[in-house]
């Protein structure tokens, strides 16, 4: 059965830096793209960052462009989110998801972890 889990969420303050992991088991994810979304209460899921499955390109939303670092790890089967800067805003629930092809739509990705929640505080 495939699987995605999210680690590393927390309460933070603004300014630190925290890093999600997201683990993949069932099987080996190659040649999927991974991504990172997040949803804040009363708001949509939207995009934060993704990685193709050879790690060649990455794709940023404008909000977290030179904060956020996604990458993967093959031996490992992970891909993780290094937050840097974080801000109130940040605040969400931030998901793993696994696809075919990058893409900043959810309905592009197949699978889904069952999120991390992260917290910023002022």
């Known amino acids: 059965q495939e699987q995605l889990v999210e680690s590393g969420g927390g309460l933070v303050q603004a300014g630190t830096s925290l890093r999600l992991s997201c683990a993949a088991s069932?099987?080996?994810?190659?040649?999927?793209?991974m991504a990172w979304f997040r949803q804040a209460p009363g708001n949509e899921r939207e995009f934060v960052a993704a990685i193709t499955w050879g790690a060649t390109m990455t794709s940023y939303a404008d909000s977290v462009k030179g904060r956020f670092t996604i990458s993967r790890e093959y031996d490992e089967n992970t891909v993780y989110l290094e937050m840097n800067s974080l801000k109130p805003e940040d605040t969400a629930v931030y998901y793993c998801a696994a696809g075919p092809y990058v893409t900043v739509a959810t309905q592009g990705y197949r699978l889904w972890g069952q999120g991390t929640q992260v917290t910023v505080s002022s």
């Open positions: 069932g099987r080996t994810f190659s040649p999927y793209a």
